[in-house]
C-alpha cells in the first residue's frame, strides 16, 4: 500500500517564477492538505482540499493556489515566487476531511534564488 | 500569535533514559492533541494522540500526559534509543475539524 507520494523531491526556481507541486494521497484517502515548513519550524497550513474544492485555508497569500483532480490528487500552485516561499512544502492525506491520523508525505524542497 | 508553544528546542539524553517535551496551549477549545515524529528528509508521522477526556495515554514507551487544567500536555519516551533521535511537534486541532496547529518542534539526540 503506498503512502502519500510527493514531485518532485526537490525544486530550485528564481524570484517571480511560478510553480507546481504535486501529490498523491494514501490509498483509501480522499482529502489533501498542504502544510509549509520553514527550516526549523514546525509545519504551517496552507490550505485542505476535498471533492475537488478548497475547504479550508490558512494564512497564506492568493499566490498559493491549488486543485484536486477527481481521482484525489492535488497540486499546489505559487506564483510571483519570493525569496521567503523557500521551505519544506508537505502533503497530507486523510479522509472524510478530518484532521486526525494526518499521513504526510516526505515533502517537496522548494528553494527560490 | 503562537497557539501552542513547545519546549525545549532540543533535549539531549542518555541511552535508556527518559525524554520528556513539553507543551502548552492557549485556545481552550482545542480537543484533539497529536505528537508526531519527523526524521531528516521524511514528513512528520504520527506517534500518538490524546484527548481532553482522558490524563494518560500509553503506546509502548512512549506516553502522554494530559493537564486539562494546566492547558498543558507532554510526551515521555522511556527507554529512550538512538533510533528515537528524530524532531518531535506537539499539535492541536478542535474535534478534528480544524487544521492541526503545530509547535515549533523539539529535536532529540539520544546518545549511547
Known amino acids: 500500500d503506498a503512502g502519500v507520494t510527493q514531485s518532485p523531491t526537490h525544486l530550485i526556481k528564481t524570484r517571480g517564477q511560478q510553480v507546481t507541486l504535486r501529490c498523491s494521497p494514501k490509498?483509501?484517502?480522499?482529502?489533501v492538505s498542504w502544510y509549509q515548513q520553514a527550516l526549523g519550524q514546525g509545519p504551517q497550513f496552507i490550505f485542505q482540499y476535498y471533492e475537488e474544492e478548497e475547504r479550508q485555508r490558512g494564512n497564506f497569500p492568493d499566490r498559493f493556489s491549488g486543485h484536486q483532480f477527481p481521482n484525489y490528487s492535488s497540486e499546489l500552485n505559487v506564483n510571483a515566487l519570493l525569496l521567503g516561499d523557500s521551505a519544506l512544502y508537505l502533503c497530507a492525506s486523510s479522509w472524510g476531511r478530518i484532521n486526525e491520523k494526518l499521513f504526510f508525505g516526505s515533502g517537496t524542497q522548494l528553494s527560490v534564488l | 500569535q503562537q497557539q501552542v508553544k513547545q519546549s525545549p528546542q532540543s533535549l539531549i539524553v542518555q541511552k535508556g533514559g527518559i525524554s520528556i517535551i513539553n507543551c502548552a496551549y492557549e485556545n481552550t477549545a482545542f480537543d484533539y492533541f497529536p505528537w508526531y515524529q519527523q526524521f531528516p528528509g521524511k514528513g512528520p508521522a504520527l506517534l500518538i494522540a490524546i484527548r481532553p477526556d482522558v490524563s494518560e495515554k500509553k503506546e509502548g514507551r512512549f506516553t502522554i500526559s494530559f493537564n486539562k487544567s494546566a492547558k498543558q500536555f507532554s510526551l515521555h519516551i522511556m527507554d529512550s534509543q538512538p533510533g528515537d533521535s528524530a524532531t518531535y511537534f506537539c499539535?492541536?486541532?478542535?474535534?478534528?475539524?480544524?487544521?492541526?496547529?503545530f509547535g515549533k518542534g523539539t529535536r532529540l539526540s539520544v546518545i549511547a
Open positions: 490509498s483509501g484517502h480522499d482529502t
Open positions: 499539535a492541536a486541532s478542535i474535534a478534528g475539524n480544524t487544521p492541526l496547529v
